[in-house]
């Protein structure tokens, strides 16, 4: 597996840049951490290589292959976006998955058991057939973060996963996210240091500023 971004620009409303040339590469089990102040676009990258915002110019390729010469809608199951807070759903976790299960692109696909993946982080499958609303945000976090990995998605794009764990539970997680490949938006210097094996630290637009830098 590779994936690459080579140069992706976003503008604001006002036409100034958001960020502007940002390129990286990652391999099978890579995890890139993407840190940076608040505001300066770290969603808005995850969710612009997800092809869910529209970006001015760069490429993105999995495979040498576009999201364009993918699919759309299969780049989404292969190239996954989990935003940090699950949106307010109805029905129950279970419902949603088996849901989902019936998509035209999920259909091609071998999904792992999500209930065997969320009890490695203490969620007990009763909480499955829970309504979303009763769910904490620590649950709930778990059960979106297990459903993404039941699809086995090329590459996870993770904002924030762990922000509604404790530390015990975040360390769990972030074990079981060590067998993935990841860009993982993060505030925290340490997970970056447990996780990251590339790290991309994005600035206020200045083309000096946004480095990738490799980890020992």
């Known amino acids: 597996m590779n994936f690459r971004l080579e140069n992706l620009c976003k503008l604001k409303?006002?036409?100034t840049f958001l960020f502007r040339d940002v390129s990286f590469s990652l391999k099978e089990r890579d995890i890139l951490t993407?840190?940076?102040?608040?505001?300066v676009g770290k969603t808005t990258l995850l969710k612009c290589i997800?092809?869910?915002?529209?970006?001015e110019e760069g490429d993105v390729y999995l495979n040498e292959r576009t999201p364009e010469e993918?699919?759309?809608?299969?780049?989404?199951?292969r190239v996954m976006y989990v935003?940090?807070?699950t949106p307010i759903m109805p029905g129950t976790p279970m419902e949603f998955y088996n849901k989902m299960l019936n998509f035209g692109a999920q259909r091609t696909i071998y999904h792992v058991d999500p209930i065997e993946i969320s009890?490695?982080?203490?969620?007990?499958?009763?909480l499955w057939n829970k309504e979303w609303t009763q769910l904490s945000g620590g649950e709930s976090q778990r059960i979106s973060l297990a459903i993404a990995l039941s699809c086995k998605p090329n590459v996870l794009l993770l904002d924030e996963p762990t922000s509604a764990l404790d530390p015990t539970t975040c360390l769990l997680v972030e074990k079981t996210l060590k067998e993935y490949t990841c860009i993982l938006v993060t505030h925290s210097p340490e997970q970056e240091s447990r996780l990251a094996t590339n790290t991309y630290k994005l600035n206020p637009y200045n083309p000096n500023q946004d480095v990738l830098l490799s980890l020992d």
């Open 70 to 77: 993918h699919g759309i809608t299969v780049w989404r199951t």
């Open 119 to 126: 009890q490695k982080w203490d969620i007990k499958e009763e």
């Open 13 to 15: 409303s006002d036409g």
């Open 34 to 39: 993407i840190s940076g102040p608040s505001g």
């Open 83 to 85: 935003p940090q807070r």
């Open 50 to 55: 997800a092809q869910l915002t529209i970006y």
